[in-house]
Nanobody, 114 residues
Framework: EVRLVESGGGLVQPGGSLRLSCAAS????????MEWVRQAPGKGDEWVSR????????TYQDSVKGRFTISRDDTKNTLSLQMNSLKTEDTGVYYC???????RGQGTQVTVSS
């Protein structure tokens, strides 16, 4: 069974940091590009970042460039998203997903508020 489990969300003040993790199982993680997608309250999906197999080509949505860093550890089947200098507009549910597959986890809530 393919499974993606996100963790690390929470409530943080503007300017703060969070590190999201995604534990993958049930498939050959190292063979798939991965991505993070978020959904703000009342809005649709918004792509945040993706990383290729091997981790060589991370890409980011313009609004998070320079603040977020995506990474992967293929030895631990884990995808991560380091989020710094968080803004209120970063609030939402964050999902890790297998690129272009429709497979995603249950999400983790990130709330940026003072």
């Amino acid at each position: 069974e393919v499974r993606l489990v996100e963790s690390g969300g929470g409530l943080v003040q503007p300017g703060g940091s969070l590190r999201l993790s995604c534990a993958a199982s049930g498939f050959q993680f190292r063979n798939y590009a991965m991505e993070w997608v978020r959904q703000a309250p009342g809005k649709g999906d918004e792509w945040v970042s993706r990383i290729s197999t091997g981790g060589a080509y991370p890409t980011y949505q313009d609004s998070v460039k320079g603040r977020f860093t995506i990474s992967r550890d293929d030895t631990k089947n884990t995808l991560s998203l380091q989020m710094n200098s968080l803004k209120t507009e970063d609030t939402g549910v964050y999902y890790c997903a297998v690129l272009q597959s429709g497979i995603r986890g249950q999400g983790t809530q990130v709330t940026v508020s003072s």
